[in-house]
């Protein structure tokens, strides 16, 4: 079977992925770099109900959900399957996570507020920082967006008393005259020097019950860098999540690119796809703009994985007007002024405008107004489907994997 | 005790006028604002410093007030002016006949006024519609209002001015008829306080009514909200009007990197309403793309609203047919010696309107000294040596801009910060080119209570990004200056819900997708829902 996957965030990345393994012929067209690299990589199942209460078993809150869900189309067998499918890549490619559906991991964040998710790499599994006697919060001289001061106040509040916390700042010898991002600092860690120098400056702090709490620096080879780190501290350590773009999401990205260069999927990029070429019910091809010309890739399954607002896949002009702009599939939306956002940005109530998307049916085939299919070998996954607010339940990397497995597990006429 | 001779209420344009006016002439006065500094219409118009022309063919005497004060202002205020130039356009549709009154108008109040020809037009403002019939240059510039008042209180300073803000009055106090002084909430503590003066002058804008009644007077202030369009480039190089009978959305002003698109005129009660809706936002559009055929296809930085304090006096009409001239009340004749209220006016004659307050003021007080505002420049501007110095550690972009914000004294000490400490040359804000020295030299000022009165002062947070990724990091930067007495996570929220207010009744296009990555940062990375236990 001749697969086309159209996107290379996350979701497409993992269609395509499990497309392969199962035996297509993928091909994959990506127009941009994708969000991978902004992505946190944190897979967040679902962390809030839906009037933010928080989740602590993601396998028994999915049940809970309405209807229109996308996870209830899905269903918890493929959310399952597509998670295990998920750790087995990382894991056979250098950055095992840690996880599971019936509790939520506590991952500590830059500003020192716990963010509740399903699975991580080792390294930013915050468990150990309960059982720490002492926090030692690590800044780099001259690293942008980490403040290890904000961190200390704030984590003091979600942290067991008695546990002490104190700051220290490490200079890794970057030079250069612009802002040091994390991901300048994971570069640095990379190589040999840079990762001396850290444990150089690390090492006289490594004492009996220390826990070491760092940006996200430790390198964009996998866990490579994590393990050398704690096997020569003995102590555990502990990245946080960060800003955009993501040293995860890096490391994610490089997962993909070895992966697909080894069991051979076509990865097309910078090439834009603009239209589908229908017959009846049947995605027969699609046009895309390459560099000079017009390319048509004929298949027969295509997997929509383009993304919502963020991601580009579906667009709003102005208001009322939201576009699917490959296939012109219908979006649905909340209507009126009133249900399409919030007073407040954040809240206690999911916002209307973050859960318009495509409608499907349990397949994800995308469906129109009465609920009929629309065209039965188009799948449509990720933050392409309506129905939920990824950024208010945090699930939005879950439902990524989830439908991106879903929509490729299932075999087309 | 503070030892003052006149209280001024309100910190808008008027009021820092005025407080500046009279301190020159050697009276002890005393400012004071509920809020930050124009955190009423002086801080929320379209930043058009006007010609004349808008009011050439309605109110001649208007127009000349504008004239007149444009080329002072620019003599005296250049650190807060752009220079753009302005040009009126008639376009296809719109009546001939209104363009011969207004030329007649711009004549007779002496209003420069050049015709060009299209293709003249074309070549300077692409953007133009096609169905432009005719167009004119004028002397119209941009004017940033945020500097300004605060140029106007550094200046005030050097006379001795005094100025509080986050101070409310809370009671006028008089006896036997006369003003005695007032009393005050102290608005981030809570705590209460009495001035005594000789004077008071209610310069409250739309909240003059309001402020009269505390003396027991009526003041019929109509609140006129104005709604503006921010969009996140440069669409035209020079202010362009519609020459045509006022209207909504006709006017565009270009400020730095953004253009204004204003304004709407819309009679409200509460002068707290600067609400905008979805419908405003369209009308706004509908109009400007008129004139600007391809403006749709820009991103809506946000959406804000403003409002004018129109006066009514007894008989008169509201809304645009209501003067956009001012008024001195005098309230000796209600009976009450000392207090004066000034209403109505506009941003670009406030230096007048302070002129004449403070004229009478002064005659009160038995002052004779003449009125020096036109002649002195508002701040002193670092020297070319400084900036060529400083140009090593400031980012280049922000070199020009950073200057006009900070004057010279504070130029030098964020200079120096940045060449001593490396540190303090990374960026809070990359939309703007704002490194941490300066925010840190506006967050050390006694009167930066919060992020937004940082964000006015610097302009952090205005840019492209609205927020997304300075607000984490000025907060930072906050918190570190109060010493972690703030708590930064609640400090960014509110911030980041300021700025919302504006994005919401533009939700589409790349507002849109702006809005989903500071979602997917602060919900997502940062989980700042779960700031509390």
């Known amino acids: 079977m001749k697969t086309i996957v159209i996107g290379s965030g996350l979701a497409g990345l993992m269609a395509a992925y499990i497309s392969k393994k199962r035996g297509d012929d993928v091909t994959l067209l990506a127009s941009g770099a994708g969000t991978l690299a902004q992505n946190s990589g944190c897979i967040d199942i679902l962390a809030y109900t839906k009037d933010k209460t928080p989740v602590t078993s993601p396998r028994e809150a999915i049940e809970s959900l309405p209807e229109t869900h996308p996870y209830k189309k899905i269903g918890i067998k493929n959310i399952e399957a597509a998670t295990k499918e998920f750790l087995s890549l990382v894991s056979s490619y250098g950055l095992p996570y840690c996880g599971d559906l019936d509790g939520v991991i506590k991952v500590s964040t830059p500003i020192g507020t716990l963010k509740s998710t399903s699975y991580v790499p080792y390294s930013m599994n915050g468990a150990a920082l309960f059982d720490a006697k002492k926090i030692v919060i690590v800044d780099v001289e001259r690293l942008k967006d980490f403040y290890g001061d904000i961190l200390r106040d704030n984590l003091t509040k979600h942290l067991p008393q008695g546990i002490e916390l104190e700051n220290i700042t490490i200079d890794l010898s970057i030079n250069g005259a612009r802002d040091v991002s994390t991901i300048d600092a994971a570069k640095r860690v990379d190589l040999k020097e840079g990762f001396d120098k850290l444990v150089e400056e690390l090492r006289p702090h490594a004492k009996e019950g220390v826990v070491f709490l760092l940006p996200q620096i430790l390198g964009l080879r996998g866990d490579k860098a994590y393990k050398a780190l704690i096997e020569v501290l003995k102590t555990p350590v502990v990245e946080t999540t960060c800003l955009p773009s993501s040293v995860n999401g890096m490391r994610l990205v490089r997962i993909f690119c070895r992966a697909f260069s080894d069991i051979g999927i076509n990865y097309v990029e910078n090439t834009r796809v603009i239209r589908g070429v229908i017959d009846k019910s049947r995605v027969e091809a699609v046009v895309a703009k390459a560099m000079a ?63 318009a ?57 | 005790m503070e030892d003052i001779r006149v209280l001024i209420i309100g910190g808008g344009a008027t009021g820092v006028g005025i407080l500046r006016d009279l301190c020159m002439r050697g009276i002890p006065s005393l400012l004071v604002e509920k809020g930050d500094l124009t955190n009423g219409a002086s801080g929320r118009f379209h930043g058009l410093l006007h010609s004349g022309g808008r009011y050439a063919a309605k109110d001649r005497e208007a127009a000349k007030e504008c004239i007149e004060e444009n080329i002072i202002l620019r003599r005296i205020g250049a650190d807060f002016i752009e220079e753009t130039e302005g040009m009126f356009v008639r376009l296809t549709s719109d009546d001939p ?6 030329l007649e108008g711009c004549e007779e109040s002496g209003v420069p006024v050049m015709p060009i020809t299209l293709t003249e037009a074309k070549e300077i403002e692409p953007a133009l519609s096609p169905n432009a019939a005719e167009a004119f240059l004028v002397q119209d510039a941009a004017i940033d209002g945020f500097r300004m008042a605060w140029q106007n209180i550094a200046s005030a300073k050097n006379y001795g001015a005094k100025f509080w803000t986050y101070h409310e009055v809370i009671e006028i106090l008089s006896e036997n008829g006369k003003i005695k002084g007032a009393k005050l909430r102290d608005n981030i503590t809570g705590e209460e306080k009495t001035v005594y003066c000789e004077i008071v002058v209610n310069a409250a804008g739309a909240w003059a009514g309001k402020v009269a009644a505390l003396a027991g007077l009526s003041v019929r202030v109509q609140p006129d909200k104005g709604a503006l369009i921010a969009f ?7 202010v362009i009007n519609r020459l045509h009978k006022a209207s909504d959305g006709d006017i565009f002003v270009p400020h730095g990197p953004v253009t204004i698109l204003g304004t709407s005129s819309i009679s409200v ?40 304090p129109l006066y009514i006096p007894e008989g008169g009409v509201a809304g645009r047919g209501a003067s956009r001239g001012f008024a001195i009340l005098d309230h000796e004749k209600d009976g009450l010696w000392g207090m004066f209220t000034i209403v109505g006016g506009k941003f670009t004659t406030y230096r007048l309107m302070a002129e004449k307050l403070s004229d009478q003021v002064a005659k009160k007080l038995n002052n004779t000294e003449p009125c020096r505002t036109a002649e002195e420049t508002l701040v002193n501007a670092p020297t070319e040596d400084e900036k060529e110095s400083a140009k090593k550690y400031f980012p280049a972009f922000g070199l020009d801009i950073a200057t006009h914000r900070l004057g010279r004294v504070r130029f030098a000490r964020v200079s120096k910060a940045l060449k001593k400490f490396p540190s303090k040359r990374i960026l809070v804000c990359e939309c703007e080119n704002i490194t941490l020295a300066e925010v840190e030299e506006i967050a050390n000022e006694e009167t930066t209570h919060n992020l ?53 009744p533009a939700l589409f296009g790349n507002a849109l997708r702006e809005t989903e990555l500071t979602r997917a940062i602060y919900e997502l990375s940062f989980n700042i829902e779960g700031e509390m236990p």
């Open chain 2, 97 to 102: 006949l209104y363009k011969d009154a207004w």
């Open chain 1, 357 to 413: 998307g495509i409608m499907t049916d349990n397949a994800l085939r995308p469906v129109d107004r009465h609920k009929s299919v629309i065209y039965e070998n188009l799948f449509v996954i990720g933050r392409n489907l309506g129905g939920y607010d990824l950024f208010f339940e945090h699930s939005g990397n879950g439902v990524a994997l989830a439908s991106a497995y879903h929509a490729a597990v299932q075999s087309v006429k």
């Open chain 1, 293 to 355: 010309r017009n390319v048509k890739y004929e298949g027969d399954k295509f997997i929509l994985a383009t993304g919502g607002f963020l991601g580009g896949g579906i667009t709003l002009e102005s208001f009322n007007n939201a576009r699917e702009s490959i296939f012109r599939l219908p979006v649905w939306m909340p209507e009126g002024e009133k249900n399409w956002s919030n007073e407040k940005l954040f809240g206690s109530c999911p916002q209307g405008f973050a859960t």
């Open chain 2, 269 to 308: 009660d509460d002068p707290e309403d600067t609400s905008t809706s979805r419908e405003e936002v369209e009308r706004l559009m509908r109009v400007g793309e008129e004139m600007i055929p391809g403006l749709r296809n820009n991103r809506i930085l946000r959406v804000y609203a403003g409002l004018r």
């Open chain 2, 232 to 238: 996140n480039r440069r669409i035209v190089n020079r």
């Open chain 2, 452 to 504: 937004d009165d940082l964000r006015r002062r610097t302009r952090i947070g205005m840019g492209t990004c609205q927020g997304a990724f300075c607000a984490l990091r000025a907060a930072a930067a906050y918190y570190r200056v109060k010493k972690g007495k703030v708590n930064a996570v609640k400090e960014m929220r509110r911030f980041l819900e300021g700025r919302w207010k504006g994005i919401r």
